[in-house]
């Protein structure tokens, strides 16, 4: 059963509407990790609750308790639940999405305000914080929910949806939330799937449909040995310096190729067989690809296999910076008594963050032994979550690749993605059910960037391919 | 000619009064670094001019011409000069002093506001961002001014003071100032020494004089890649990542000793020899004062020796930190596009800015090769300044031992120091005479950090120091 021709034409037609609600919910910055914005969080909550509730689904709001953040004991944005239609007849999927997004400032680098969406009808692109890093695909879904209501139409699914507002500081209660309604009289009950549109699509032409995400484990090392900081003319060569051991720690973790030094890290992943590599060469995607999207040539390898892989089916590390240490312009000539240098591995089966964790807490233990400093270390892991890899053989899948032919008129790339989604996990083994991941936005959105944002198309067609998806489910065995 | 006693009673009664005027120039928050404090730093220009013309002293306020600071053309604050005692039959003595301060804000760690002297009475100590680096100091010499003013005594000697508000940012646009004053028919013609006193004891003890300085050199590592930020988990081991090559060049900077890595450095400085190491041996100095003012037991080794010389007589690098990266607290899973890792070097004779710039940059870039790394190198020299070593057998310093013995009842350590004070050898050069450094604080008074204080104690015996140093001076052939 492949969406009514009708609801095709009454998104295009809404497209300017549609716009402009993205602009409204682009408008409150709702950033997780800054304690200053809490209130826009929750703000963001009470929004998308009223514009369920308009829609015609039953919501509630749900506290999930509180936060030590900056120094602050902090409420954590309430989660909305929402449900329309129980007709017993009827698959029941379940939506998840985020409010939340990364922070922001026009100091950054951005073009334009972060939290004005910025239509540009030259490119087509919708530009703003959070247009595609979720609220796009969010709305995406209020948009098939609209349709339907004006119209008077049921949809061909019942619906759950469970929308966080923490995703983008590691998802903080949620999965306490997803594991408790996931029992028997749970507001979950009854799910048959799981649908996410919280990721993208590999380039900027192919529609893709995710069935692997790497999981993460995000890690802050802790050097320290002053009691204060310190002028680095008087104590220069006299003192064991935290940054000089830091740095030196730091430059541990990964070597220039990419590779992850932390011993029996890379070693867990098996190398992939001629039919493995298969798959990544058939994929739509190129090393000119990957290097339009970070908008420069600095891919690892000319090797599109090699490339593909290590985003796809090998863990990763990055260095994300130091804290404690001096980080604005200028030249302060300061010795940190106290830093920190964050990073965090990117995970695939069969990594998890419980099973790398003593590694890499070893491994920086004994490094830090071997440079005989007297400065105090500790290595603290600040949060993860576990890979995942999904069965594409389901109907869940099927349905989605059909409705992507109709929208799209092509077979979507089936892919595994680099990023990290850990609800996604919690969801399927709460669950027990096939989880999809149905990405909106294409390769060079730009999510965490500057200039995030989605295209008009995508948003609009991206509406299309969630409707049509509903329909094919409903269709499918 | 030693002091009249009744200067030594004068500054004993006048002792809450100097302190509370003390107060009033720690609360002017004059931070150069920092372009939203520019007015302050000018207002604190302000300040001092009229409490000299308030205490007899003939000023000017000399302009110096505009900076480009974080994106803005600031005008630079301008410097104090002043003029009291033109008796041909007298000294002149040039007295040199900063009315800017390093940067401080009470999450830094301060347990009090900064910008409010806190009067201890328990510890004596008198605590607050300039307290000790350089307002006390500036303040002592207005101390000794106003017995003069108030009891009508002319001054022993001719002074002339020049103050600037650019110390802590490279002393900007002082340079072109001194050289040109320092000509035939300039301000500061007919000077027959100079007084600096911007320096520490080396202990918590003993009062010192200090004959010589390191240079320093202050440089920025940019790498740059992507045209923006990146996600990691989507970019992660597909792209060079400029944090990974930052901190790979950080971390060939320097070893677990405090040895210098760039080939040439430490090289240029010739090995201490048996009668060199006893200066080092004598002077009233230990590892548990070099501990005591780190506040951590973090002493780069147990040879004495080898720890003073670190810092008088050797070369060092300091990494402060980076510019671009991910800095605050949380767990932000950036792919920085473009940082700047900042160290410095400080220098000792014969290294100057000019002679080990080439070699820092050589080594930078080949390293940087060595990487193979898709991403792009600029190494950028800040600012520096050349080191000092002066003739400590001069009148200047005779005259500053005996004052030293008068009001501490003890000799002064001779000392050299790590830290940098490049206008000294642009006065040493310019005027071809000899240079005091007169320290007034302690070794543990945390200039550039946190809880920066001067003792009570030091503030008022070390006003009586200056002032009886003049006396000395006027009795010196």
Redesign the interface.
């Known amino acids: 059963m492949a969406a009514p021709k009708e609801f095709f034409e009454y998104v295009d037609a809404s497209a300017g509407q549609f716009i402009q609600r993205l602009g409204e919910a682009v408008a409150i910055p709702s950033i997780s990790?800054d304690a200053a914005r809490r209130q826009d969080v929750i703000k963001m909550s009470n929004w998308l609750n009223a514009q369920l509730q308009s829609l015609g689904v039953d919501t509630k709001q749900v506290e999930l308790g509180t936060q030590e953040?900056?120094g602050q004991t902090l409420p954590l944005p309430p989660a909305v639940l929402g449900s329309i239609g129980k007709d017993p007849k009827k698959k029941t999927v379940l939506i998840y999405g985020h409010f939340d997004v990364?922070?922001a400032e026009l100091s950054?680098?951005w073009d334009t305000e972060p939290f004005t969406l910025v239509v540009d009808e030259k490119s087509g692109k919708l530009i703003g914080r959070g247009a595609t890093d979720d609220k796009g695909p969010i709305l995406g879904w209020l948009n098939v929910l609209q349709y339907h209501h004006q119209h008077g139409k049921e949809l061909p699914v019942n619906l759950k949806f469970c929308f966080e507002g923490m995703e983008e500081?590691?998802s903080e209660g949620l999965d306490d939330l997803v594991i408790r309604e996931s029992k028997p009289g749970g507001y979950f009950e009854g799910v048959d799937c799981v649908c996410i549109s919280d990721n993208?699509w590999l380039n900027t032409r192919t529609p893709a449909l995710t069935y692997g995400l790497?999981g993460?484990a995000?890690y802050?090392i802790h050097v320290s040995?002053?009691?204060?900081?310190?002028?680095?003319?008087?104590?220069?060569?006299?003192?064991?310096?935290p940054?000089?051991?830091l740095?030196?720690l730091?430059?541990k973790l990964?070597d220039?190729e990419?590779n992850i030094l932390i011993p029996g890290v890379d070693d867990m992943v098996s190398a992939a067989d001629a039919e493995e590599r298969k798959i990544y060469e058939t994929l739509d995607y190129s090393i000119e690809d990957?290097?339009e999207?970070?908008?420069?040539?600095?891919?690892?390898s000319d090797d599109k296999v090699q490339?593909?892989m290590?985003?796809m089916r090998?863990?990763?590390?990055?260095?994300?910076?130091?804290?404690g240490?001096?980080?604005?312009?200028?030249?302060?000539?300061?010795?940190?008594?106290k830093v920190a240098g964050?990073f965090?591995l990117?995970l695939v089966p069969p990594q998890t963050p419980e099973n790398v964790t003593p590694l890499v807490k070893q491994y920086i233990e004994d490094e830090f032994k071997k440079?005989?400093?007297?400065?105090k270390l500790e290595v603290e892991y600040?949060?993860g979550g576990r890979p995942w890899v999904e069965d594409v053989k389901h109907w869940n899948y099927e349905a989605a690749i059909r409705a992507t032919e109709t929208v799209y008129k092509r077979k979507p790339d089936l892919t595994r993605?680099?990023?990290?989604i850990p609800v996604t996990l919690t969801f399927a083994e709460s669950l027990g059910v096939n989880v999809l991941l149905l990405p909106m936005g294409r390769?060079d959105d730009?999510?965490?960037?500057?200039?995030e944002k989605i295209d008009r198309s995508n948003f609009i067609e991206g509406t299309k391919l969630l409707g049509s998806y509903l329909y094919e489910l409903a269709a499918s065995q």
Chains 1, 2 share one sequence.
Do not use: C, W
């Open positions: 990790g953040l900056q990364q922070p950054d680098g500081s590691g993208y790497r993460i995000y802050s040995g002053p009691a204060r900081d310190l002028h680095s003319g008087t104590f220069g060569r006299t003192v064991h310096e940054m000089t051991d740095i030196a730091m430059s990964i220039r990419g990957i290097e999207a970070a908008g420069a040539k600095i891919a690892l490339v593909l290590g985003r090998l863990p990763s590390l990055s260095l994300h910076g130091i804290e240490a001096f980080s604005t312009p200028g030249a302060k000539t300061v010795i940190p008594a964050k965090s990117r440079l005989r400093t007297k400065n600040l949060h993605e680099g990023g990290s390769g730009g999510a965490h960037s500057t200039n």
